[in-house]
């Protein structure tokens, strides 16, 4: 079985995130400044499916692709020149949601950064439940203070 190399304090180091905003698990792979695979487990405990939907708990896409740039986030920021900043949502472009994402789903979240100048960059993420696609987008970030 493949070991995390991050946990969800390393991930916290990096990033700015907290619960419950927080929305990856663990760092399967990193390369720092090119690409990063994370995981985030689902439980039915979310605060957010109080409310989305009662008696059918769907994880919402918004929620999704923040997960998309957290993990992202976190190949960027692992980079020394970026450690202790922030990436900010600069763009999201031809996001599609493939599957629902439920209590219970396991995601693997992939992110590579394509291109970067200064601290704008563009990337492409896809989401997999059990090896099926859930939801894919493409990502521009800015990095600040």
Not at 50 to 62: E, K, S, W
Not at 88 to 97: C, L, S, T, W
């Amino acid at each position: 079985m493949k070991m995390s190399i991050l946990g969800t304090k390393e991930i916290m180091e990096r990033i700015p995130h907290r619960s419950p905003f927080l929305l990856i698990d663990t760092i399967e792979e990193l390369e720092p400044g090119v690409r990063a695979v994370g995981k985030k487990c689902v439980s039915f405990n979310e605060p957010y499916f109080a409310g989305h939907f009662p008696g059918n708990p769907v994880m919402p896409g918004v929620l999704i692709i923040e997960a998309m740039a957290q993990v992202g986030a976190v190949a960027f920021l692992d980079l020394p020149e970026w450690r202790g900043k922030t990436a900010y949502f600069a763009g999201i472009d031809k996001a599609r949601f493939k599957r629902k994402v439920v209590p219970g789903d396991v995601l693997t979240i992939e992110t590579v950064i394509d291109k970067c100048k200064g601290p704008i960059g563009t990337g492409k993420a896809s989401v997999y439940v059990d090896g099926e696609l859930a939801a894919r987008a493409e990502l521009t970030f800015a990095v600040g203070e």
